[in-house]
């Protein structure tokens, strides 16, 4: 038997072809011949062999498989010699052409022999449950799924997983069960970058489209708060992997409402800092719950490093203030952070002389700390230039030690 991986049908023997014998039996089903044979093979004038090949490399198992013969297949699969893996010359098992054609009855005696693979894989790359799934035989991939040893999430030598074929074919029902298992990738692309959703968007799949769109909402949901898990943990690695995944929500927000960015920040971890930049997704001004930007979290901890990348990006406002009216260098004067205040009065656009709510200016905090330093560095810039004032304008608290995201 021959197929190609694009043909809707196989190229089959017909019958009045030169099959050997026992391929013919296996074919039409006629057990009690294949029995006495098998039981009895010097009784027969031809070579008896259960595993012999025709001119395609396919074996009886493989024609009973293919046709349906589930009682010839019953008998083949439960012979003490039978090579229940083996392939033809285009690598298809028997449980392949069995999956292919949606002969449920075959594929259960199939999946019952102790040494079956279930991920043998044709010349294409494509398994068992790939093929059924590209089909649509939806109790065919039950039975595989329910069997529990097919790989859901295997790529064939395109990148097409069982998904992906289903919603490329709309089976609706196959990609209903495929979703129920619970660690298939809704989010797998093949070579060329597709998704299943995108599939089933060009092919104009609407019921397939909405089915997927809610799996890869909730898978995205779930992949959110492990994103600012692993931001806050400084796991480079897992977070590169995460933001490569197709639709990432960079901006997601952790239960204290801090994003990836502000966890980096607040953190002092420079390389994440500079991927998540990178993205032009990034709210570079998104506030925490407590509305605490990411240059506010880097000025109030101190980190140079950060602060550099960040006001070097032109979408990140310098002079954003929290709630209490303070800026980034306002805390970072406050809290005596001096390589934050000389990395922040090093760049033009920042304001040295906002007042914060209280009406207290960077330098007026520097100096009711008595930050020799940073008053310095602040009056280099020109902070209170042409200010005659002792005190501040009004009365108001000193920052507190703000908790820390996450």
Request: charged letters at 25%.
């Amino acid at each position: 038997m021959r197929m190609g991986c694009g043909a809707s049908e196989p190229v089959v023997h017909h019958e009045g072809e030169d099959l050997p014998t026992l391929h013919q039996w296996a074919s039409k089903g006629k057990v009690l011949l294949l029995k006495r044979a098998l039981e009895n093979p010097e009784g027969e004038d031809f070579p008896v062999n259960i595993n012999s090949r025709d001119d395609t490399g396919s074996a009886p198992l493989a024609f009973a498989a293919w046709k349906g013969r589930a009682r010839a297949v019953h008998l083949l699969v439960n012979w003490p010699d039978v090579a229940v893996n083996q392939v033809d010359f285009d690598k298809r098992s028997a449980l392949f052409f069995a999956c292919w054609r949606g002969n449920d009855a075959c594929v259960e005696l199939l999946l019952g022999h102790r040494n079956i693979d279930v991920n043998i894989q044709d010349e294409h790359g494509q398994t068992a449950l790939g093929v059924a799934c590209r089909f649509g035989r939806t109790g065919t991939v039950g039975m595989l799924l329910r069997d529990g040893r097919a790989d859901v999430n295997h790529e064939d030598d395109l990148g097409n997983t069982p998904l992906i074929l289903a919603a490329g074919g709309g089976h609706d029902a196959v990609i209903t069960l495929l979703l129920g298992v619970k660690n298939v990738d809704v989010m797998a692309e093949t070579k060329a970058g597709k998704s299943a959703l995108k599939v089933a968007q060009e092919g104009g799949r609407l019921t397939t489209c909405a089915m997927l769109q809610i799996a890869v909402d909730k898978a995205m949901a779930r992949i959110a708060p492990a994103l600012c898990t692993a931001v806050a943990a400084g796991d480079v690695d897992k977070v590169k992997l995460m933001l490569s995944e197709p639709g990432v929500d960079v901006n997601v927000t952790d239960p204290n409402g801090a994003t990836p960015l502000n966890l980096a920040c607040y953190g002092g971890k420079t390389n994440l800092v500079k991927r998540l930049l990178k993205l032009p997704s990034t709210d570079c001004n998104k506030p925490d719950r407590d509305g605490f930007t990411p240059i506010y979290w880097a000025a109030w901890a101190g980190h140079g490093a950060v602060l550099s990348e960040l006001i070097a990006d032109p979408r990140v406002d310098v002079n954003a203030v929290e709630p209490g009216g303070r800026t980034a260098l306002s805390v970072a004067s406050f809290f005596g952070r001096e390589e934050a205040v000389q990395v922040l009065v090093g760049h033009d656009a920042v304001d040295v002389d906002i007042p914060d709510a209280a009406g207290k200016t960077p330098l007026d905090h520097a100096r009711l700390k008595g930050k020799y330093e940073i008053i310095s560095m602040l009056k280099s810039r020109g902070a209170g230039a042409g200010q005659v004032r002792e005190t501040p304008r009004k009365e108001g608290k000193d920052p507190e030690e703000p908790a820390s995201p996450g």
